[in-house]
């Protein structure tokens, strides 16, 4: 079981400039994932999610956003310092990504198929009629019907569950071994939601992916996440498997998430957000628990900086884990 | 899209009948045409031997009144010159009795190479350079080139043009004090005559490029800087592609989207001129001949020039759109 | 001679071919008058003007090349029709024409030119004139007496599409008499003091044009008729646009008879267009044009602060001339609102500020004009004084009229509450400042200038509609002997009639009275007695208020470009007028070499001319 893993991520740090100062959006956030697990990342609107995602693949907006400190290893292979010709084989070949909103990922003036095709050949030295084949298989595997016709098309001129299952056979079409998918179903409503996630799980278990899943729906993790980490204003506060996150919650925080998320089928609100209170923003995080300003059960030693506390579930960033 | 450009294509004789027609009228209406210019002329001019400053009889002003074509009233005029139009025939000068179409066919050469070399230096220059911004905005190229590029867009160019003349043509004597060509252009011989046109063309090409360069140059970058932050650009270099390979296969496209929307004007460019440039480097182009047209009230000429230039405009604005249907998948014609 | 092999002996005035223009004399036999050399009075008196004094440099080397600037190309190079009132008419015609006979420039006397002597006739109608034998144009052609018929023919034309100079020609001339090829007169419809004035004829090759036909216009748009003066153009000389080069004529005949020696000297003259006025300077500095007008205090007293000038390399003049003056001024309409009531004319002249004008913008080098025709010597009243500015002498005449009372913008108002203002039309352009400056200072006076700035031609139709309250205007004017335009100005018969130039409105039956004798009288002096009377009489209307002229012009000239000792002649409007000029090509050698070499040459500044207006010659009479 000690083989190296598929992505470690070792105290990454995510910082923005903003007005001359760095503020972190993603701080000392480690985890890991190994081949063929999927590792689900909760947490509210703005805690830092697809920053983390972004800096994972070094695609953090130029000169804005930066990675201030940590490692990101894929397959021992240290993405951070990495030369950019490296870089560029595992972007696409190595670490497939898939972006939240559908609409605007894919270039509108291009055809499916030139983006398809330009993804592939990238990745894989296919001639002119492989590579068509290997976009038809591709449009294919994710579900997609006659693919001949789509591919000629542009992108407004698909619905936004085909964009979405396009922009999954972008990330796919390098054969990469992990894919990240930032909210790829927020968007979507919900009769395409429930197929694109039943699409990822089977492609994953077809492929034997490692999964990085991030949503803001709890709900969506149980059938999908082998793993679960919960993130609270850019730090993960609890890690755990996903039969432990749904059984025995650790942090109040996950608590609360827990407690406000009523019945799966509910009203498709951000259930979340029925936590009192909101995300403190950039540069607003208290000193110590960043949750305790909503924390129900917040004492004074909360007010002091934290660390990760081991618990028979993993570890979570709360002092008083043990007391609850 | 065939009937959508025939449809477009039948609309441009109408509208060209409105424009025309609004003008023409106009000219007729507005007090002091071209009889009362030739009028003035005389009257103002004094008293001299062989000229007489008395009245003219009825007779003798309705002679006048032929002569300059303001004996029919005007719609019946302008049927007229509809008429010729659609035989081809621009009409004539009333000042240079030079029928219209031989001086806009004599212009023509300068105002293309203007044009053409204006626009070849303008997208030339300035898209390369826009792209280079916007690759490292705020970067020493970036602030370096704005400042350059604000400057010469807030000098007019006329301005420029005197200053240019002055200091680089008079002063420095680098370059010949205005004109197209030499003199003795005829009898050079190829490789001289090249240089002899670029050596005459230089400064009042700086002039006529300050204010398009600038404007070219900050919507490429200004657009390309918007489309590099784009969800598509992420998206393409999440696939494996460098930042340079991305901004050339999907930012620089995007990028190119408003450029295509007025890049059919270009059209217009065989007609156009700026009649201060024109004037400060002694060019012959259309911008004086428009200019004096309407000073001199030679309205056969103005008429000519607008018939044309409208022409061009409308062609122009097909073309455009048609580039951006081309350029941009999203837009649909109806 | 040039023309000496070709000798044609025209026993009938004919030109070219066709009968059309025979037939045309012989419908108006009455006007061309058949004669032979026996009827010709016997009492005349034949003149030559042969002891005037010569006023060229007679020994001017011959040669060089001037190169000169024009603002525009002319849009024709005709002589006559639509627009030949061009930049280049001068140079191409009206300095470039020889007629019958010349006016001495400086003496005013009447000299030979085409004729070699003339005659009055006893009804002070008729000139006699006998053509110079060796006269021909630039192609060789000789000039005879069916020249000058077919002048009439040509001018009278409908064809040249020119009314104005159809009625000049048949207002004025009752009949041209064909003696024989050398011997014509010519006789007026009315008797003049003048009458030499009006009888000397201009020559029309009837060999270029013969029958004029409708096509005129357009078919002489672009050529030069052969001509009687010293350069022609040669259609390889045209560069449509942008050049054209006249030179001059080989062998021309007169280029060695008295009055014409040593004038004309350079061979050739190229005007090219430099539509831009700084572009035109530049091109000077750099030596690619020989002399430029610096008349504007800017370029006088600022821009031609150069090292060239400095260093000699170029000099420059200013020449005090004696022509008549531009009757600029403004004209106020007698028919109009308030402006009927003399007192508010005579206070609006005392609320001028014309000197503080002079002084401010045109550096104090321009002079006041005082009456409406200066310039013409005993013809003018040089009794007359300008009105000075005073604001007190303006309020006085203001409340003669009624205005006591200032209104709180400082504006006088009359008992009806009516304010003392009205409007005054100018043209847009660069006089605009002088005349803000007037309207600034008339507010001390408490009367009101609403200034409407227009584009010429609209200014014109406002005017010549009788529209206007005010207009600030400037005619222009060729050299003539006397006054002519009284009658056009002054005379109630032209008084809101549209399209006439009494732009005054001016109707006073002492003064027609006076126009009317000036006209038909037969004595110069009567004539000039009713001349100082009319000024006299116009200036007490205070209709039209006298404003500025410039008394001198200004050049900038390279120093190889050489002048007689006077510089030019007292009636010159320009320092090329008359051709007096040569061009020094040793000097120019020499300047060249100095400017590599960096040596230099004296600063040279010439005032020439006179500013005194006492030593007016008196024309000869
Ligand atoms: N380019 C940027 N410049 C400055 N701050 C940024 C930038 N991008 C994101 N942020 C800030 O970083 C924080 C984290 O943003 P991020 O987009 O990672 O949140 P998220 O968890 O993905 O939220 P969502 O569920 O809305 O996608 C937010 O407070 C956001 O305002
Ligand atoms: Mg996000």
Redesign the pocket.
Known sequence: MDKIPLLSVENLTVG?T?NGHV?H?AEAISFKIHAGESLGIV?E????????AMALLRLL?HP??KIVGGHIFYQGEDIVPMPLERLYQIRGGEIGFIF?EPMTALNPVMTIHKQVIEAIKLHRKLNKSEALLAAIQLLEEVGIEDPETRLKAYPHELSGGLRQRVGIALALAGNPTLLIAD?PTTSLDASHKAQILSLLKTLQKKRGLGLLFIT?ELGLMRTLCDRIAIMYAGQIVETGTTHNFFEHPKHPYTRALLAALPILTGPKKDRLSSIMGHVP??GEWPKGCRFVDRCPHAQPPCHKPQSYIKTDTGPVLCCRVHEL | MWAYIARRLLLIPLTLLGITLIVFALTRLVPGGPLERALMEIQMGGHSKGVSTSPLSEEQLSGLKTYYGLDQPWPVAYGHWILKIMQGDLGESQRYNDPVWDMVIARLPISLFYGLTAMILTYGICVPLGILKAMKPHGWLDKGSSIMIFLGYALPNYVLGSFLLVVFAGYLDWFPLGGFISDDFETLTFWKKIQDLIHHSILPLCCYLVGSFAFVTLLIRNTLIEQLAADFMRTAIAKGLSFKQAVWRHGLRNALVPLATDFGQNLTLVLSGSFLIETLFDIDGFGLLGYNAILDRDYPIVMGILFLSALLFLLGNLISDLLLAWVDPRVRFQ | MGCAEKKAENKQPHGIDNQTIDAYYTSHADFFKMSDPSHLPTNLIWQTGLNEPEFANIHAPKGGTLHLAIADFPRTLRPVGPDSNSGLRDALYDTNTLSLVDTHPNTLAYIPALASSWALGDDQKTVYFKINPKACYSDGTPIRTGDFFYNFYFMCSPHIQAPWYNNWYTETYESVTYYNDFTLSVTLKNKTIDPVWYGNLAPTPRHYYGELTPDYPRRYQWSFPPTTGPYELKPENIIKGRKVTLSRVKNWWAQDERYYRGRYNVDNITYRTVRDVSSAFERFKKGEIDIIDLTLPEYWYKKSQVPAVKNGFIERAIFYNQVPRSPAGIYLNEQAGILTNVNVRRGIAYALNLDQVIETCFHGDYKRLSSCAEGYGRFSNTTIPPTPFSPAKAEAAFALAGFHKKGKDGILINENGKRLSFTLTINNGPLQEMYTLLQNEADKAGVEIILESLDPLTVYGKIMSKKHEAVASAWGGGFSRKPESYWQFFHSKNALTPGTNNITNTADPELDVLIDNYITTESEAVAQSLSCQIQEKVAARYAYLPTWYCPYYRVGYWRWLCFPEAFNVMISDNALDYGLYWIDENKKTETKKAQETGMHFPEKIGTYGTADLSEIIIPNG
């Open positions: 923005f903003v503020l959006a947490g609107s703005g805690c830092g999610k697809t920053a983390l907006p804005k956003g939240q909210e803001h923003g950039l």
